[in-house]
């Protein structure tokens, strides 16, 4: 077997990407490949923790606009995304894969609260950690919530798993035909491009702590395992050497 390339990740996925081709909510057979893609990890050895999104349930910014206070509308994409939390945590389980979910808001009845030594001994058992909530507070993304949590447990690499779109481009592939795809991008770039990677909290956090980041389409079967096993996929954003 391929010796894995990194030893410990932090994987982003949107709530998007849970509802599959659906308008809205939760589609098992999205969820249940994206459990699938995860318990390929496990026989790679690699440890494994995940931040969730919960714009499929819910968008905090669109209730500000239509008149609801802006903590109380993040707070509750907060709640979001302990609901796909728990759908993934139950698919995964299902395959076999033993796994954890800790919020950053206390709802013990149904996560652990988030303890940072608690989710590192976690993942040196080989057990998944799904972080829930965000980082508890309003204002703040989930983008930044995995920025946040990939530094706190030591993740070697961030990687943002988008829906059907393959790496950065220079424009949106799906209204451009001719937008060019980076292999390779620096954070300054991509921060001065303004380019849809993650919010710019989020990607200045990475580039202050030198943490890389591999954008890439986690619906193309195996890419996973691929990025995990040293192959280049998708757009690495990184500094200069």
Same mark, same amino acid.
């Given at each position: 077997m391929t010796q894995p390339r990194y030893r !410990?990740?932090?994987?982003? =996925?949107?709530?998007?990407?849970?509802?599959?081709? %659906? *308008?809205?909510?939760?589609?098992?057979?999205?969820?249940?490949?994206?459990a699938q893609e995860i318990r390929q990890t496990q026989e790679l050895g690699i440890e494994m923790a995940l931040v969730v999104g919960g714009g499929n349930i819910w968008?905090?910014?669109?209730?500000?606009?239509?008149?609801?206070?802006r903590a109380t509308a993040d707070y509750a994409g907060m709640l979001a995304t302990v609901i796909n939390a728990l759908a993934l945590q139950d698919s995964l389980e299902q395959q076999g894969v033993v796994t954890r979910t800790?919020?950053?808001?206390?709802?013990?009845?149904?996560?652990?609260?988030?303890?940072?030594? !608690?989710?590192?001994?976690? =993942?040196?058992?080989?057990r998944v950690v799904l972080? %829930? *909530?965000?980082?508890?507070?309003?204002?703040m993304t989930t983008d930044t919530a995995s920025a946040l949590r990939a530094l706190e447990i030591g993740a070697q690499v961030l990687l943002m798993a988008k829906n059907h779109v393959d790496g950065v481009y220079d424009a949106d592939p799906r209204k451009n035909v001719n937008?060019?795809?980076?292999?390779?991008l620096d954070y300054m770039d991509a921060l001065n491009r303004r380019l849809a990677v993650m919010d710019s909290t989020a990607l200045s956090l990475c580039m202050d702590n030198?943490?890389?980041?591999?954008?890439?389409?986690?619906f193309r079967p195996g890419n996973l395992g691929r990025i995990l096993r040293g192959e280049s996929?998708?757009?690495?954003?990184?500094g200069r050497e």
């Open positions: !410990r990740v932090l994987l982003k =996925l949107s709530g998007e990407s849970l509802r599959g081709e %659906a *308008a809205f909510g939760i589609d098992a057979s999205a969820v249940n490949y994206l968008r905090g910014q669109e209730a500000e606009g239509r008149g609801m206070d800790q919020s950053a808001l206390q709802m013990q009845a149904v996560a652990e609260p988030y303890i940072r030594r !608690r989710a590192i001994r976690h =993942l040196e058992k080989q972080f %829930a *909530a965000g980082t508890g507070n309003p204002y937008a060019k795809r980076f292999a390779e030198k943490l890389p980041i591999i954008v890439f389409d986690i996929v998708g757009t690495m954003i990184a």
